[in-house]
């Protein structure tokens, strides 16, 4: 546990089973949370959990100067399955129909809508898991809009979004998370990252701050099992 502590001036130790190059400072290996396909996207790698049929963790780099650069709109946007992913394992849109969960990006809509092609990328399905109606739309909205503020007041910052634990299942064996989480390293700060670890859950999230949901990488070991 001593190392994962001190890893965090100068990298996160490999949590989930791979290395992404959009997260050079994140290196990112694990024991027990296996990504069973690395898919290679656009500005974003992800971990791909065959058997939750979600990603167990997706990896980024925000670039200040890139945020909010054009706005482009979502309005014709739909998610979609990846095809890179076999086709017994994949999820579909309509698995989360009439399920009560929003179908929760990992790598965000908005922190890619300067680039029409990286946008589409992020509907795909294999860059969303399940994700409680309010925690989705206030609390990881505000998390999601901290990570931007941040690319742009120290130039970039290096994101991994996920999810953990199971409170169920919906159409198709998609896994419910438990909990989803989120660490931002700002690596011209040269600090420890900022870490985030909610319950997959509606309750207080419509009125939830920033602080509340701050977490530890000691605590997201013990929550996530990792």
């Not at 027990?32 to 656009?42: D, E, G, P, T």
């Not at 698995?95 to 922190?111: I, K, Q, V």
Request: contains cysteine; charged residues 20%.
């Amino acid at each position: 546990m001593k190392h994962l502590i001190i890893a965090g001036l100068i990298s996160i130790t490999s949590l989930f089973g791979f290395n992404s190059s959009y997260t050079p400072n994140l290196n990112i290996i694990t024991k027990n949370i296996k990504c069973n396909k690395i898919l290679h996207k656009k500005a974003f790698d992800i971990c791909y959990n065959y058997k939750h049929k979600t990603p167990n963790v997706v990896a980024y780099t925000l670039y200040g100067n890139l945020v909010n650069k054009n706005n482009l709109s979502r309005k014709h946007l739909s998610f979609r399955p990846d095809y890179e992913i076999p086709k017994q394992y994949r999820s579909y849109s309509k698995d989360y129909t009439h399920s009560g969960y929003d179908r929760g990006h990992n790598a965000p809509n908005a922190s890619f809508d300067y680039n029409k092609s990286i946008q589409k990328e992020t509907f795909l399905m294999s860059n969303i898991a399940p994700q409680a109606k309010w925690l989705n739309r206030r609390y990881w909205a505000k998390l999601e809009k901290l990570a931007r503020f941040l690319a742009v007041k120290y130039k970039k910052v290096e994101v991994l979004n996920g999810n953990c634990g199971s409170k169920g299942h919906l159409k198709n064996n998609v896994n419910i998370p438990a909990y989803w989480f989120k660490v931002i390293y700002v690596s011209n700060k040269k600090s420890l990252p900022l870490v985030f670890l909610a319950p997959n859950t509606n309750q207080k999230m419509k009125t939830a701050k920033i602080k509340d949901y701050s977490s530890s990488l000691i605590e997201l070991k013990q929550k996530c099992g990792f």
